[in-house]
T-cell receptor, first 114, second 111 residues
Framework: SAVISQKPSRDICQRGTSLTIQCQVD?????MFWYRQQPGQSLTLIAT?????????ESGFVIDKFPISRPNLTFSTLTVSNMSPEDSSTYLC???????????FGQGTRLTVV | QQPVQSPQAVILREGEDAVINCSSS?????VHWYRQKHGEAPVFLMI?????EQKGHEKISASFNEKKQQSSLYLTASQLSYSGTYFC????????????FGSGTQLTVLP
């Protein structure tokens, strides 16, 4: 199994600013993903964080708004840029091992934009 | 495409059983089940792989009908700690746990 440390756990930000969320895994994972969970809703995949290359974004999410980095197999960041109140959500990172069992989740970052 | 999960909510008494269903219109490599309590991260319960392999929680069982692309989660003799929102996550082949989640089932177990 793997443990994912995510920070910050929560933040309140002013509209128009940016927030960078970090995820650190305690072991190497093949893939890392970023999800958004709006209040009372399911998890929606934002993008796959690829090591050393540009992330792969899902429909409705763009790099300019959610730039992602993954410099190595154990670390990734997601930036929420030029925030608006509509960005208020919980953001979660997860990791998976090819051929492994479950996807591991960080504890999430609860973001409120005011 | 998001899998369809049912029911949306269920309330039961401690000791009762419940079944949660998840269906997909796409061919699946695996189905994952998670439970999430309010304000917490999803917790892994079960994975069902194409071909019949299962791994997960000892007290929770599940099935995966590959022909119909449907999975069911069986909660027997429910405990108060089973309360939470249950999500199924479906995985297409070769995606190394890139999951598409259903809308969730809110389960409440009363004493």
């Amino acid at each position: 199994s793997a443990v994912i440390s995510q920070k910050p756990s929560r933040d309140i930000c002013q509209r128009g600013t940016s927030l960078t969320i970090q995820c650190q895994v305690d072991s190497q994972v093949t893939m890392m993903f970023w999800y958004r969970q709006q209040p009372g809703q399911s998890l929606t995949l934002i993008a796959t964080a690829n090591q050393g290359s540009e992330a792969t974004y899902e429909s409705g999410f763009v790099i300019d708004k959610f730039p992602i980095s993954r410099p190595n197999l154990t670390f990734s960041t997601l930036t929420v840029s030029n925030m608006s109140p509509e960005d208020s959500s919980t953001y979660l990172c997860s990791g998976g091992i090819q051929g492994g069992t479950e996807a591991f989740f960080g504890q999430g970052t609860r973001l409120t934009v005011v | 495409q998001q899998p369809v999960q049912s029911p949306q909510a269920v309330i039961l008494r401690e000791g009762e059983d419940a079944v949660i269903n998840c269906s997909s219109s796409k061919a699946l490599y695996s189905v994952h089940w998670y439970r999430q309590k309010h304000g917490e991260a999803p917790v892994f319960l079960m994975i069902l792989l194409k071909g019949g392999e299962q791994k997960g929680h000892e007290k929770i069982s599940a099935s995966f009908n590959e022909k119909k692309q449907q999975s069911s989660l069986y909660l027997t003799a429910s405990q108060l700690s089973y309360s939470g929102t249950y999500f199924c996550g479906t995985e297409r082949s070769g995606s190394a746990r890139q999951l598409t989640f259903g809308s969730g089932t809110q389960l409440t177990v009363l004493p």
